[in-house]
């Protein structure tokens, strides 16, 4: 019913940057909260970055001065600004939205495939 569709991985150098994309597209009436989740290898998923629609934002504490997180509510996507990266960011990074459906009563969350960010040292 929903897809989101990661773009934007790949690997840099440290201190490089990056930019993230992430557009839901199907059967959505609207979508609250967006946002980036991570995983590294052998650790679990973290919080990156939120911003609800009215543009609220919320940022990991690892990540906070140097990602920014931005939305177009008309395109409903989401991007994710990465600089000055470092080995530790190094991860499988997730979209996130909260999304209304016309096939459902609720919120439900849904996530995307995920998309590979590698900085080397």
């Known amino acids: ?3 989101l569709v990661e773009s934007g991985g790949g690997l840099v150098p440290t201190g490089g940057s990056l930019r993230l994309s992430c557009e839901a597209s199907g059967n959505i009436i609207a979508i609250n909260r967006m946002g980036w989740y991570r995983q590294a290898p052998g650790k ?3 919080l990156v970055a939120t911003i609800t629609h009215e543009g609220t934002t919320n940022y990991g ?3 906070k001065d140097r990602f920014t997180v931005s939305r177009d509510n008309a395109k409903n996507t989401v991007w994710l600004q990465m600089n000055n990266l470092g080995p530790e960011d190094t991860a499988v990074y997730y979209c996130s939205a909260g999304v209304r459906t016309y096939s459902s ?3 439900d969350n849904y996530w995307g495939q995920g998309t590979q960010v590698t900085v080397s040292s």
Do not use: D, L, Y
Request: aromatic residues 8%.
């Open 1 to 3: 019913q929903v897809q």
């Open 61 to 63: 504490r690892s990540v």
């Open 105 to 107: 009563a609720t919120w």
């Open 44 to 46: 679990g998923r973290e």
